[in-house]
């Protein structure tokens, strides 16, 4: 079981990106999908989930209404939308796979964890 998260990059103030994970070695689409993101310093925090079969999404106070989470379960792969980007996302995200449950913002009950992209924006 592999999920390969790509996307990152340095983008300015204002700006966006689209973060994708795909995963193999498996078929995810019972399970919910969700993105982490870690800043230096800083602990692991959750930014959103998609359940199984994106009925159910959750979203951090912190990026709603400026981040889109989506799943393409015919390509195995979950999307990051990050649009108005702050400084403040500035964190390497980890994409992640739950084998139980709607979707959780809780990393510990992830199975699962991609290696991680790294997002720069600068002000």
């Known amino acids: 079981v592999q999920l390969q998260a790509s996307g990152g990059g340095l983008v300015q103030a204002g700006g966006s990106l689209r973060l994708s994970c795909a995963a193999s070695?498996?078929?995810?689409?019972?399970?919910?999908m969700g993105w982490f993101r870690q800043a230096p310093g800083k602990e692991r925090e959750f930014v959103a989930v998609?359940?199984?079969?994106?009925?159910?999404?959750n979203y951090a106070d912190s990026v709603k209404g400026r981040f889109t989470i989506s799943r393409d379960n015919a390509k195995n792969t979950v999307y990051l939308q990050m649009n108005s980007l702050k400084p403040e996302d500035t964190a390497i995200y980890y994409c992640?796979?739950?084998?139980?449950?709607?979707?959780?913002?809780?990393?510990?009950?992830?199975?699962?964890w991609g290696q991680g992209t790294l997002v720069t924006v600068s002000s």
């Open positions: 070695g498996h078929t995810f689409s019972g399970y919910a």
């Open positions: 998609i359940s199984g079969m994106g009925g159910s999404l």
């Open positions: 992640a796979v739950a084998r139980y449950g709607l979707g959780s913002r809780s990393w510990r009950d992830y199975d699962y």
